[in-house]
């Protein structure tokens, strides 16, 4: 497994959750690492994305404010914290590797499976 998303749950609205993504040593060849995230019956979309460096980081509109990206690169692992959740966050969360500034999916290599957060109201 190259990407290990974990911490989806239920949770009430209003609540938080912390997802963990674990990025397998093997990969190498990327710059950015995001998250993204899909709602039953609907698209995936983007949510969040940070340098490998960790210097830099983008968020969706949807949830700025309210998720804060982060990372430990000792343990090659990046998270989102969420809080002040709403059930519209309710989605299956993925987590991707990539080699360009970006949230648009096209640009990511290497995705990881995902992890369901469930909000509920």
């Known amino acids: 497994v190259q990407l290990q998303a974990s911490g989806g749950g239920l949770v009430q609205a209003g609540g938080s959750l912390k997802l963990s993504c674990v990025v397998s040593?093997?990969?190498?060849?990327?710059?950015?690492i995001g998250w993204f995230r899909q709602a039953p019956g609907k698209e995936r979309e983007e949510v969040s994305l940070?340098?490998?460096?960790?210097?830099?980081?983008l968020y969706a509109d949807s949830v700025k404010g309210r998720f804060t990206i982060s990372k430990d690169s000792a343990k090659n692992t990046v998270f989102l914290q969420m809080n002040s959740l709403k059930p519209e966050d309710t989605a299956v969360y993925y987590c991707?590797?990539?080699?360009?500034?970006?949230?648009?999916?096209?640009?990511?290599?290497?995705w990881g499976r995902g992890t369901l957060v469930t909000v509920s109201s």
């Open positions: 991707a590797v990539g080699r360009v500034y970006s949230l648009q999916q096209h640009w990511y290599d290497y």
């Open positions: 940070i340098m490998r460096s960790g210097s830099t980081s």
């Open positions: 040593e093997f990969i190498s060849n990327y710059y950015y």
